[in-house]
């Protein structure tokens, strides 16, 4: 009986080199993973191991193509970072909740403790995905939540907030995605990342004045194929807004954006405070 | 065993044969990886990232983007999506940046990590289907390119000498693992020999590879 149990130890422990090159199912990853946790040695053969498949790794570099850093750093100039702590996930939702002045305290607890849940729920491209897009989807959920949505109606906002995150994703990842950035009139800075080949782009600003609750900051494509209305902003947070996707971008186009009444407009009624040529 | 000579034969080739393989003036940091110990550039840089220091994330870029994206690249094959992915890659480490333990290892290979893992992910989600009837059906595996990516460069002199160190099956089991991306299993469907066989390989050939690359236990 000892001897089987030391038997399949060994055996386990063998996946070390494969488990270090990712040679491994993921159900075998996970096992192995929890080997490790009650395995110290092991933990520490995997650690050098896996310097040792690192520069497996480092051997194949190869120049980075034209442009890819750019893309990457102008992704990255609009997605959130993971705090350290093990909260990482629910905290900054949870604050998003707080900002909700409307909701009481206890459904403000119910909202954390949901969203947190399905938050952990979400496989890890989920989590990129939906960090990604920050604010805004974090903001939808927890409406959603916090004012307890009906079940059918919630998925549907759920489902929305992820089609929107995927989106964003996909812009700001894109082969062709360009960053721009242009002054607001009246104060702030709106910066865009943009892509052709998805006929889409990502609008973030910084800096935006406050307007009064009856206002809001819209969103225009306006060009050849008209002016249509993309979006009213959310409300910004810590001096950011955003970000917001515009997709069905036609050839022609510029950005505008104005201040509307909150319930938006379907056509501007005040003067441009940006325009930027797409 | 007739394969197995067969490949013996056609990495002796390869070996002769070295080709020119472009993009290969790459810089990399030379001491991080082997120094799990005290934080060095890159890891220093990445604990300024963690704070949301966009020069630091350049930085980053500089030392390690190249590694990323050829190790990506050796295992997707296909150059649009190993960008996407490079570049997914590369978000992470902003995103996440916060989550690298200095303890547990070096920066460079936290990085390289999470490019091969999702390279590997990548790779297994779009092949699942199709790889697992092909595996069976072909037997006749262009080892030359695996082979060739290490062979071939420049910078590389001591990872290439140490991979020569290997046994011929412990080499294959490498390169077929960490550069074509298969699991333990499909390597031993490959190569026609029980799982328990390729694991051990696995295993023994990090180690002698560890211990021939100096990488501090």
């Known amino acids: ?278 | 065993m007739t394969q197995a000579a067969n490949l013996g034969g056609l990495l002796l080739r390869i070996t002769i044969v070295t080709q020119y393989w472009p993009g290969e003036a790459v810089p990399r940091d030379p001491g991080d990886a082997r120094s799990p110990g005290p934080p060095s550039g890159l890891a220093a840089q990445i604990a300024l990232v963690a704070r949301g220091d966009a020069a630091a994330f350049d930085a980053v870029f500089e030392q390690i983007g190249p590694s990323v994206f050829g190790v990506v690249k050796r295992v997707i094959r296909d150059p649009a999506q190993s960008e996407e992915v490079t570049q997914e890659v590369l978000l992470e480490v902003w995103r996440s940046a916060s989550k690298f333990d200095a303890g547990r290892g070096s920066a460079t290979a936290w990085v390289m990590m999470l490019a091969h893992r999702r390279a590997v992910d990548r790779v297994r989600s779009v092949q699942a289907e199709a790889e697992r009837e092909r595996r069976v059906a072909t037997a006749d595996i262009p080892f030359d390119e695996v082979i060739e990516a290490v062979e071939s460069s420049l910078d590389r002199e001591r990872v290439r000498r140490c991979l020569n160190s290997l046994t011929e099956v412990q080499r294959e089991s490498v390169t077929l693992a960490y550069y074509r991306g298969y699991t333990y299993g499909q390597v031993a469907s490959l190569l026609g020999v029980p799982t328990g066989t390729v694991k051990t390989r696995m295993r023994d050939a990090l180690i002698r590879l560890r211990d021939c690359l100096g990488v501090a236990e």
Not at chain 1, 3 to 20: I, P, V
Not at chain 1, 197 to 205: D, K, N, S
Not at chain 1, 224 to 253: C, F, N, Y
């Open chain 1, 1 to 278: 009986m000892r001897k089987l149990t030391r038997a399949s130890q060994r055996d386990e422990h063998t996946l070390a080199g494969a488990y270090a090159m990712d040679a491994i199912s993921a159900p075998d990853r996970e096992r192995f993973e929890r080997h490790l946790a009650g395995c110290q040695e092991c933990a520490q053969e995997v650690t050098s191991l896996r310097e040792a498949t690192a520069l497996l790794g480092t051997a194949a570099a190869e120049a980075l193509p034209a442009g890819l850093k750019e893309r990457v750093m102008a992704a990255a100039a609009v997605t959130r970072q993971q705090p350290p702590a093990d909260e990482a996930i629910t905290e900054p939702h949870a604050r998003t909740a707080r900002a909700s002045a409307r909701a009481s305290a206890s459904a403000r607890a119910i909202a954390r403790a949901k969203v947190g849940s399905w938050l952990r729920s979400l496989t890890w491209p989920g989590r990129l995905v939906l960090a990604t897009a920050g604010a805004a989807a974090a903001a939808v959920l927890v409406i959603a939540v916090v004012f307890g949505v009906a079940n059918g109606s919630m998925q549907q906002q759920l489902d929305q907030a992820q089609t929107s995150s995927q989106q964003i994703a996909v812009v700001l990842t894109a082969h062709d995605a360009v960053m721009t950035t242009g002054p607001v009139t009246g104060g702030g800075t709106a910066t865009i990342v943009m892509s052709h080949a998805r006929h889409a782009l990502v609008f973030t600003a910084q800096g935006l004045r406050t307007l009064p609750a009856s206002r809001g900051y819209e969103l225009w494509l306006i060009g050849p194929a008209g002016t249509r209305p993309v979006a009213m902003l959310p409300a910004g947070r810590h001096g950011m807004t955003g970000p917001v996707i515009a997709s069905g971008l036609r050839q022609g186009d510029h950005l505008a954006l104005t201040d509307e009444p909150a319930s938006g407009s379907a056509h501007p009624t005040t003067p441009m405070m940006l325009d930027m040529a797409l």
